[in-house]
């Protein structure tokens, strides 16, 4: 007699010792839901990724051992702008991450042209991430997938947060056996795209290219083509960001310049270094702003319309 099928995913009502609630949302990989900690009452995000589905045999537990051992090294990270890792799991070939729940909204609605943020709120995000990044590499961890989707805001509370630290290895795993892009390329370094070692310097880069689209409202290369966009990335030079909106400063499109550059040695050093000039270049955007003024100008800055709450965007 065979025994009884092991639920699916859609089938469960708990993740270790999570219950699930409701689903959030869905992408290639998995499903990200609210969830509750049985043990503590608590709210907590899951992200689940459905590894027995994508991998098979060896893959499968060299993905298994992959998964956890970077959701370890993300778990040790306590930085006030990088989302809390809480615990980590796997049940019946679900992978699962359970992270604090955050408010507010991933800033992928503020890439539309007709909702980009004030240049100083995005100056301010733009520091914290540089110096959350810095933090993260100086402990020897690489997000690899830095994009508006992965940033958290909340104007009410000035809360910035990057979120998915320890989850785009497997995408990286999943993408290396199959040779296929999963989601877009347009975040991805060139060195990241060509399958090359990467380091802290292809967060630069991913960052240079959020900051490009926060400001413009456009990605730095686009094609319709795959296989023109990759082109695009690893070969041709992005245009400055003052061609698109002239009254950028030139300090702010020298940063941007450099972080999208090709080599990983013509950007800069570190997280450190970017925010220091992200700030130089606040300060010759507003002049005139006391520090304490700076220091809240994302809260602010920040009086569009929200999106609806919720926490960042499954894989």
């Known amino acids: ?16 010792h999570y219950r699930i609630d409701r689903q959030l949302g869905r992408g290639a990989m998995g499903a990200v839901y609210l969830g509750t900690d049985l043990h503590t009452g608590n709210t907590v ?5 459905a590894l027995a589905a994508e991998f098979k045999g060896a893959e499968l537990e060299d993905a298994r051992q992959r998964f956890f051992r970077e959701a370890e090294t993300a778990g040790r990270l306590r930085h006030p702008d990088i989302v809390k890792i809480l615990g980590a799991g796997e049940q019946d070939g679900t992978a699962y ?13 503020h890439t539309d042209p007709t909702a980009l943020l004030s240049v100083p709120a995005v100056l301010q995000i733009g520091i914290r991430v540089a110096d959350a990044l810095a933090y993260a590499h100086s402990h020897g961890v690489v997000h690899r997938d830095v994009k508006p989707a992965n940033v958290m805001v909340d104007a009410d509370t ?5 979120t998915d630290f320890g989850i785009a290895c497997i995408a990286d795993a999943s993408r290396t056996r199959t040779g296929v892009i999963l989601g877009t390329p347009s975040f991805m370094s060139p060195e990241q795209l060509s399958g090359q070692r990467v380091d802290g310097r292809t967060d630069l880069y991913s960052l240079g290219v959020m900051l490009f689209q926060l400001l413009t409202g456009r990605l730095p290369h686009q094609g319709e083509a ?3 966009l990759l082109n695009a990335i690893v070969n041709e030079p992005a245009a400055d960001i003052r061609s698109l909106r002239d009254e950028l400063p030139e300090a702010l499109a020298h940063v941007v310049a450099r972080l999208l550059s090709k080599l990983p040695e013509a950007r800069h ?11 130089l270049a606040a300060d010759l955007t507003n002049p005139a702003d006391s520090p304490a003024s700076k220091a809240q100008a994302f809260a602010t800055t920040v009086s569009l319309p929200r999106a609806d709450p919720s926490h960042n965007r499954p894989l």
């Open 226 to 228: 795959m296989a023109r």
């Open 45 to 49: 995000a899951l992200k689940a990724l």
């Open 269 to 279: 050093a570190d997280g450190w270094q970017v925010a220091n000039e992200l700030r």
């Open 158 to 162: 000035g809360m910035v947060k990057i």
């Open 97 to 109: 991450v359970a992270m604090e729940y955050l408010s507010g909204h991933d800033l992928q609605c």
């Open 1 to 16: 007699m065979s025994g009884r099928a092991k639920p699916s995913l859609a089938e469960r009502s708990t993740l270790g």
